[in-house]
C-alpha cells in the first residue's frame, strides 16, 4: 500500500467540520461496495467530518452541498480501472480530464456530479478501490478484504500519529 496515499488521505480527514465524505456503492453487488465499507469505519472514528451515504445516486447529496458548502468534498467508491484488485487510488480531481478514468454504475455518471459540484467547491477528491468481482452478493471478494483490512490499519496508525489516540 502506498504510504502517500495514507498521508494525503489522513492530512484531508483533518480538516474534520469543513470535509464533506460521499460514500458510493452497492451493497447488493460484492465488491462495489467496498467504498460503503470503508465509509462505515471512518464513522465509526468520530472523525468530525460529514459522512452522507449516496450508495447508487450520487445526484441525491448534490442540493445538500449546495446548502453545506464544504471545503473539501471526498468521494468514495469502488472502480473498475483494470488494476489490481485491491488496489487503492487517491486523487484530487482537478482538470476534466481528471475524471477521464471514472467510469460509475450510477445513476449520473460521477464526472457530471464532479462539474457541477466545482461551482461550490474546488478541492473535490476521489478514493477509489479497484474491484474484482461485481457479482450479486452481499460480500466483498477476499482479496478486497484483505487489501482494505491493510489499508485500515496503516490509515488508523497514521491517523494516531497525528492526532493522538482515537
Excluded at 480501472?81 to 478514468?101: C, N, Q, S, V
Excluded at 477476499?142 to 489499508?151: N, R, S, T, W
Aim: a neutral charge; aromatic letters at 10%.
Amino acid at each position: 500500500m502506498s504510504s502517500n496515499i495514507v498521508k494525503d488521505l489522513i492530512s484531508l480527514l483533518l480538516l474534520r467540520e469543513k470535509l464533506v465524505i460521499i460514500c458510493l456503492g452497492n451493497e447488493l453487488r460484492g465488491d462495489d461496495a467496498s467504498g460503503i465499507f470503508l465509509c462505515r469505519k471512518l464513522e465509526g472514528l468520530g472523525i468530525g467530518s460529514k459522512i452522507y451515504y449516496a450508495y447508487t445516486s450520487p445526484e441525491s447529496v448534490v442540493g445538500l452541498l449546495y446548502e453545506i458548502k464544504p471545503e473539501a468534498i471526498l468521494f468514495i467508491d469502488a472502480i473498475d480501472a483494470g488494476l489490481k484488485p485491491g488496489t487503492i487510488i487517491f486523487k484530487r480531481l482537478e482538470y476534466e480530464e481528471d475524471e477521464e478514468w471514472l467510469l460509475t454504475s450510477h445513476n449520473i455518471p460521477v464526472k457530471m456530479l464532479i462539474k457541477l459540484l466545482r461551482n461550490i467547491c474546488r478541492n473535490i477528491f476521489f478514493l477509489g478501490i479497484q474491484v474484482k468481482d461485481t457479482d450479486f452478493k452481499m460480500e466483498l471478494s477476499g482479496d478486497l478484504k484483505v487489501a482494505l483490512q491493510i489499508f485500515w490499519k496503516e490509515s488508523i496508525e497514521k491517523l494516531k500519529q497525528y492526532n493522538g489516540k482515537m
